[in-house]
């Protein structure tokens, strides 16, 4: 995992605010991701990741600060810059979001049929590559409920790089799931990561998995980017905020411990 190096960042966020009936989600939310990389956002649940995330791919409009891709601000009055970061840019859903009625085929044709002027011949082409990258080829004509969790991740991943996107943001990827499984989640990430050289931001609480997989993490807290840093600098991190979320599961396993002597002393 090594990010190219360049004087831009491709995506970075400046002071992002996002507020529901007065109360902020996102307040003042700072970030730089360079090209290449694989960003990790981590956050207990509730604590505005996703909505930070649907922010950046424009599924909801942030109330104020300014998102620049390539150095290029996405603002709503700028259609041509918005659309090209739409045709660079693909959203990996917490749930998938794949269609049940379409089969995995027709589910990864779908973003190139939405989105370029390809014919259909060359649409079944891409398509079928990028199912045939993702191991699914000999699946192309099973629906989604027809297939294991795992294989469904990997369509989802599928029909995000089939247009050969240069950002994928991940929501919460390995939500319910065991952490075998968030393993092979993350494994997968970092896999074709690599293959296809775009830049991957995540947003996730599964702190072990970030740390193993990430070139750079943060935290956001109270809707504040309170920590970024390499994986390294997080796991040694004394700041009380970072340490408290990053060591709670010990905390918790020292907790059930003293309560178990105090039983047994009973």
């Known amino acids: 995992m090594n990010p190219s190096s360049t004087d831009t960042p491709l995506l970075k966020v400046e002071q992002l605010v996002k507020s529901f009936n007065d109360r902020p989600v996102l307040d003042g939310v700072d970030l730089s991701v360079t090209r290449g990389s694989i960003f990790t956002v981590l956050g207990p649940s509730g604590t505005g990741k996703s909505v930070f995330l649907k922010c950046l791919a424009g599924v909801m409009e942030q109330d104020s600060g300014l998102i620049r891709f390539e150095g290029r601000p996405l ?7 918005r659309t090209d970061f739409r045709k660079r840019c693909s959203f990996l859903f917490q749930s998938n979001a794949l269609f049940d009625s379409l089969t995995a085929l027709e589910n990864v044709a779908l973003p190139l049929e939405q989105t370029s002027d390809l014919d259909a011949l060359e649409i079944m082409k891409r398509s079928m590559e990028a199912l045939a990258q993702l191991e699914l080829e000999t699946y ?64 996730t609480h599964d702190v072990p998995e970030a740390l193993v997989a990430s070139n ?51």
């Open 216 to 266: 750079r993490v943060a935290l956001l807290n109270r809707g504040k980017i309170c920590f970024e840093g390499t994986p390294s600098e997080f796991s040694t991190s004394s700041i009380p905020v970072v340490s408290a979320f990053r060591d709670s599961s010990d905390a918790l396993r020292d907790s059930l411990a003293s309560i178990r002597e105090e039983i047994h002393a009973a």
């Open 140 to 203: 192309r004509d099973r629906y989604p409920s027809q297939l294991s969790g795992g294989m469904q991740k990997r369509l989802a991943l599928a029909r995000a790089i089939v247009t050969r996107p240069e950002l994928v943001l991940f929501d919460e990827p390995t939500a319910g799931l065991d952490p075998l499984r968030r393993n092979a989640v993350f494994s997968m990430i970092v896999k074709y990561q690599r293959r296809f050289n775009f830049t991957a931001l995540i947003v």
């Open 75 to 81: 603002v709503a009055t700028d259609k041509e810059t």
